[in-house]
């Protein structure tokens, strides 16, 4: 399959000023009739230049250029699917018919079905499959849809923009009209129908207009809409007060549907959702889904300026509104709540997925260079970091500078289509600040590299910074980028003893210089994450100080997990030097695990994890943050080669030690966190049950299930009815089988609980890829739905590493046999699951080389989709 490359983009030979669509919908047959406006490009090259339309598995009925029916001869067919029309007048008139069959759709990319109702998706390159058209988002036109469907089957006819008109049809059918006046790429369409009901609520904009607000969703989950609802309206309100952004038209609807490929779309006035971010009841979602949805339905609200309004030129530029949009989400989720807490989990995250991603086969600059599939490039670089470039420009040009400067990326750049280097701009003109050098953090991949160096003398403290990034595939040489570091200092006595600065990173080595100190202090460095590299050159002491003493919360915490990181590191070395391989054998309790030799819980460690919870009751939601040791996945990153066994025997051992030295603090805190009054939502409710989980997680990791037990059975919410069962199911408790058979009777009907249940058995090291697989045979899973093939194989895959980096291979060969079925279902999802296959770097020879096998064995299947090939092939290079 061609390589996409970002220095090849022309401007389309023709634009689209209007188009006109009619749908027909059948499950089998839709007919779409499109007419289109075109006018020749002033801007692109090549006065005669033919117009070509994208197409894919579209059966063409007719087509009609101006009037008259244009002959088979006149075609000529792209690869792809696509047509190529030449002797095209600069200004014409295309209509078209087409049929589809929804029903057929199992990519769920186009027009295609769930749960019996009618649902489009069409970014990327989805229009494609309801339509010929210049799929591409630069081409940027006005909509009218008018819906036709029966009217007992789909009562209910969406598309975007404001409704214009409905009627009866014959035979039992009804039509409905939707105009969007607003120019827009043609991955924004929408069509939605069916059996869906309507939660319904208005918006009044800060100039007074009325905005009709509605959530569709199937018939009985009405009653679960309220958050979303609740966390539109406060979105809405929110980029009013911040940016001054108003919406735009005078309907915003929400549907929901169970199959989706991404967590949500920001379709122009018509977002569609995985149910997941919508749906939420105390009794079926947790604190996580309630901090998902707002995040998420914020995220596609805030999308209406930033992605809508003002688009992507091309599908490199896939950051200008993922990374902006994310931060934008971001900073509206800090300010619903503890900020300092959002960010700690906002930084896991990023490590998580980011981290890794920049460190493997697949790392990218946050604006790629070329892509085969561009469904593989919508990434944790792509979002996360690029949040993150988003982040730091702010902090260099500050708040207000920032402000101005997206007001006039807006005024400048409304119903375009733009470029990175548009948005980069208008924040330099802006503020007068020279951003050039900055750029380079869009252009680079892979993680910069700080190492911190001290000198202290005469009251002088001399702080060296260092930064290198290593190389990354196709880019074997970095430059240095402009690091902003948010630092301070900290005396002997815990104070600060310096006014708290940003310093400018800029080359690969530079000395900052401090005087008049008294002592020799302790930097703080990175405060709030300032930029998201790696730093180390601190010592365990240092580290141990900061932990106790710096007045950032973000390196608190920081700290207290880079003093676990490196603890465990050099618990898993001593391990690994001194038991031979042969005679380990994990146990699944993690329990005094190699053979016979005896871990000793560090007593540095448990004098934090003490002191931590010392002052727990003074922020739960962050002590519940600080008190989760590092991931095995995490510790795995630091490694060079990584010993998957020795890690989760590390982790689970010091779980369970910490768990018995402090007992009775973790069985107190469980009783006084103990909810009372009615179940809520808000950031001090959440945390404290994180932090009562917390305790219930180590009372469970030293074999105390009891509490567990008591909690599942008497639990009310779901938070606290998956941490307690999370601990029955990781544990030998006799309450397992029966605990998870319980919930799996209770909530057999509910999609995305049960997701939940395969889920924490996915996870579970006591599942090992036998149980995957068998899991992966129950009635209930089902290789159609995204969310349930996530919730079983992507949960195992990334969330299992000790059953998934089995020596046998077995977990490796249970995903590459889903990746191999998933392919011929659902290819973006398939392509997804191919990532935990190409960290084989980082294995031991023996691992990878049964991870290349299972690679080459997927890559040797006939008909391989182009997204899973991209991402075999990359692996494998
Ligand atoms: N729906 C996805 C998102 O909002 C892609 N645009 O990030
Ligand atoms: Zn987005």
């Known amino acids: 399959p061609p390589t996409i490359r970002r220095e090849d983009y022309r401007p389309p030979a023709f634009l689209v000023e209007q188009v006109d669509l009619h749908i027909a919908l059948h499950p089998t047959a839709t007919r779409v009739r499109a007419r289109l406006a075109l006018r020749r490009n002033p801007d692109a090259a090549g006065a005669a230049a033919a117009l070509e339309l994208d197409g894919e598995a579209l059966r063409l009925l007719s087509a009609v250029l101006d009037g008259a029916p244009l002959p088979e001869d006149r075609l000529g067919h792209l690869p792809g699917g696509g047509l190529r029309i030449e002797g095209v007048p600069d200004a014409a008139v295309l ?17 295609y079905l769930s749960g019996g109702n009618y649902v489009t998706q069409c970014e990327a390159e989805g229009f494609r499959r309801i339509t010929y058209f210049p799929d591409r988002p630069d081409v940027m036109a006005r909509y009218t849809t ?22 009866e049809l014959p035979d039992g059918r009804h039509w409905a009209r939707w105009v969007d006046p607003h120019p827009k790429p043609s991955y924004l369409f929408a069509v939605v129908a069916g059996d869906l009901v309507a939660v319904r609520d208005s918006f009044t904009t800060r100039s007074g207009r009325e905005v009709a607000l509605a959530i569709y969703v199937r018939r009985g989950d009405e009653d679960a809409c309220g958050h979303a609802m609740d966390s539109l309206k406060r979105s809405m309100r929110w980029d009013e007060e911040t940016y001054g952004l108003e919406y735009d038209l005078d309907v915003f609807n929400i549907a929901a549907v169970s199959d989706f490929n991404m967590g949500a779309m920001e379709n122009k006035g018509l977002n569609v959702f995985n149910t997941k971010y919508i749906l939420a009841r105390p009794e079926t979602a947790t604190d996580m889904d309630y901090e998902g949805i707002e995040t998420v339905v914020a ?47 906002d930084v896991r995250r990023l490590r998580a997925a980011q981290f890794p991603e920049d460190a493997g086969p697949m790392a990218h600059p946050v604006r790629p260079d070329s892509y085969v599939e561009i469904n593989n490039f919508y990434t944790a670089t792509v979002y996360q970091k690029g949040a993150e470039v988003v982040r730091m420009m702010r902090a260099l040009i500050g708040a207000e500078n920032f402000r101005r400067g997206m007001d006039l990326y807006i005024a400048r750049h409304d119903n375009q289509a733009v470029t990175i280097e548009d948005f980069v701009r208008a924040m330099q003109d802006a503020s007068g600040t020279d951003l050039s050098r900055f750029s380079r953090w869009y252009a680079q991949a892979g993680t910069p590299e700080l190492r911190v160096r001290e000198a202290f003398a005469d009251g002088r403290y001399t702080l060296t910074l260092a930064q290198s990034t290593p190389p990354t595939p196709g880019q074997p040489e970095k430059l240095p980028v402009p690091v902003p570091v948010a630092m301070g200092l900290i005396g002997p006595e815990g104070a600060e003893v310096a006014e708290p600065r940003l310093l400018l990173l800029e080359e690969a080595e530079q000395d900052f210089v401090f005087e008049g100190l008294a002592a020799k202090p302790v930097p703080s460095l990175l405060r709030g994450f300032s930029a998201p590299v790696k730093l180390s050159g601190l010592t365990l002491e240092q580290l141990g100080f900061l932990a106790a003493h710096d007045t950032d919360a973000f390196v608190r915490w920081e700290s207290s997990q880079q003093y676990a990181t490196a603890t465990m590191l050099a618990m898993v070395e001593a391990l690994r030097s001194q038991e031979p391989k042969a005679e380990r054998a994990v146990h699944a309790s993690g329990d ?60 689970q051992f010091l779980r369970g030690a910490l768990g018995r030295r402090f007992a009775a603090r973790f069985a107190a805190l469980h009783e006084t966190l103990a909810d009372a009054g009615p179940y809520r939502t808000d950031g001090a409710a959440i945390g404290r049950r994180a932090l009562r989980n917390a305790a219930l997680a180590y009372l469970g990791a030293a074999g105390e299930t009891g509490r567990a037990e008591a909690q599942f059975a008497g639990a009310t919410n779901m938070t606290d009815s998956l941490a307690a069962l999370r601990v029955l199911v990781d544990s030998d408790s006799p309450a397992r089988e029966q605990a998870l058979a319980a919930f799996h009777a209770r909530w057999k009907e509910e999609p995305l609980v049960l997701d939940k249940w395969f889920t924490l058995q996915a996870m579970s090291p006591r599942t090992d890829a036998a149980a995957a697989e068998a899991l992966s045979r129950h009635p209930d899973f089902d290789l159609r739905n995204p969310n349930r093939v996530r919730s079983l194989v992507g949960a195992f895959a990334a969330g299992n590493p000790a059953a998934f980096h ?24 398939a392509a997804r699951m191919v990532s935990p296959l190409g960290h084989w770097k980082r294995q031991d020879a023996a691992r990878g080389a049964r991870m290349r096998a299972e690679l080459e064995r997927i890559a040797a299947r006939p008909g391989l989709s182009k997204g899973t090939y991209e991402k075999v092939s990359k692996s494998l290079a």
């Open 592 to 651: 005094a695990a190699f053979s016979g030799r005896t871990l000793e819980l560090p007593e540095g460690l448990a004098a934090i994890t003490g002191a931590l919870l010392g002052r727990a009751l003074e922020d739960p939601a962050f002590a519940a943050e600080a008190l989760a040791l590092p991931s095995e996945e995490f510790i795995a990153d630091q490694m060079t080669i990584a010993d998957p066994e020795a890690i989760h025997a590390v982790r």
């Open 146 to 167: 008018t819906l036709e469907a029966d009217r007992a089957a789909c009562p209910v006819l969406l598309s975007n923009g404001n409704p214009d008109g409905a009627g």
């Open 95 to 111: 209509e078209t018919e087409v049929e589809i069959s929804p029903e057929a759709n199992s990519e769920l990319s186009g027009l």
């Open 299 to 345: 995220h596609e609200y805030f999308h209406n300026w930033t992605g809508n309004r003002v688009t992507c030129r091309d599908w490199f530029q896939l950051s200008l509104k993922e990374g902006l949009t994310v931060f934008r989400d971001q900073h509206f989720s800090a300010d619903q709540g503890s900020a300092a807490v959002k960010r700690l989990a």
């Open 806 to 829: 089995a020596a046998s291979g077995e977990g490796y060969r249970f995903l590459a046999d889903m990746v191999i079925a998933l392919d011929a279902v659902n290819t973006q999802v």
